[in-house]
């Protein structure tokens, strides 16, 4: 009876080609991952510094108006209120300027806690990602080695002996 020896050629082909596809496949989730988280995060930082933006030119408009509000002529003449009626307009108006900054504040508040629950999520799945791309290359390396040292260099020299039948 024969001693016949397993195929493992194929095998060190396969941990090679598949530690490959792991190594990129890792890369890629990692890389897509941190575009979102800076996205999202790029996209809070503008929605804030609108915040900010929006609240000193609401705050200099207050301040404008207070100055000027012992003086009824020169509040007449800096905003244009004629009657009563403006007056009231405008009082609503930078009301609901208000309403409209504490609404967007919050919307603001909610996206920076979404921030830091994707940041959390974002570190435990580069750590996975970084571990697939550690064993990915390892397992291409020691497939790649295993091939050649076990397999492939001995066929080179058959080979070249001219012994090696296809």
Known sequence: ME????PTDNLYKFMAVGGIF??????VLLQWTRDVFNSTLSDVELGAEFLNIDLDNLNFELGI???NATKPEELKELVGVKTREDALRLVFDYQAKIVNLKRTS???????????YLSAQTTSK???YYFGIGLGLFTT???F???YFK???????????GKYLA
């Open 3 to 6: 001693n016949l020896k397993i």
């Open 22 to 27: 792991l190594t990129v496949f890792s890369l």
């Open 65 to 67: 108006l207070a100055s």
């Open 106 to 116: 919050t919307d603001v508040a909610q996206k920076m806690d979404s921030v830091k």
């Open 126 to 128: 580069m750590k996975v």
């Open 141 to 143: 390396i020691f497939g």
């Open 145 to 147: 080695l295993l091939w």
């Open 151 to 161: 397999l492939q260099r001995y066929q080179d020299t058959l080979w070249k002996k």
